[in-house]
């Protein structure tokens, strides 16, 4: 059974938008943070947003700081993460993943999760 399912991925042009969703179920409903990573070929996994379950605290590295933002539909159990001005180096395979522990959310950013979704793919075009 999947417990995080993302959706909202796809192919846009240099300088446009995308909203990805994650929807949680069972276990990973009791996450203390969640975010939001990517992993394009040839490259390290990043991560590329992150918020605290407890006091919506966010993380944003320098390379998606001002033009991502991550939000939470508790009600929804529904993760977002708005993507605008995107770039080619953006693209890649965008998953959440969850961490359990009482990190924080950049450690969870930096570190990495303990479990994480299939992925959604985003493809910048030139």
């Known amino acids: 059974q999947v417990q995080l399912v993302e959706s909202g991925g796809g192919l846009v042009q240099t300088g446009g938008s995308l909203r990805l969703s994650c929807a949680l179920s069972?276990?990973?409903?009791?996450?203390?943070?969640i975010g939001w990573f990517r992993r394009a070929p040839g490259k390290e996994r990043e991560g590329v947003s992150c918020?605290?379950?407890?006091?919506?605290?966010?993380y944003y590295p320098d390379s998606v700081k001002g033009r991502f933002t991550i939000s939470r539909d508790d009600a929804k159990n529904t993760i977002y993460l708005q993507m605008d001005n995107l770039q080619p180096e953006d693209t890649g395979l965008y998953y959440c993943?969850?961490?359990?522990?009482?990190?924080?959310?950049?450690?969870?950013?930096?570190?990495?999760?303990?479990?994480w979704g299939r992925g959604t793919q985003v493809t910048v075009s030139s």
């Open positions: 993943a969850v961490r359990w522990d009482r990190a924080t959310v950049e450690t969870l950013c930096v570190d990495g999760p303990d479990y």
């Open positions: 069972g276990f990973t409903l009791d996450y203390s943070v």
């Open positions: 918020i605290s379950r407890s006091d919506g605290n966010t």
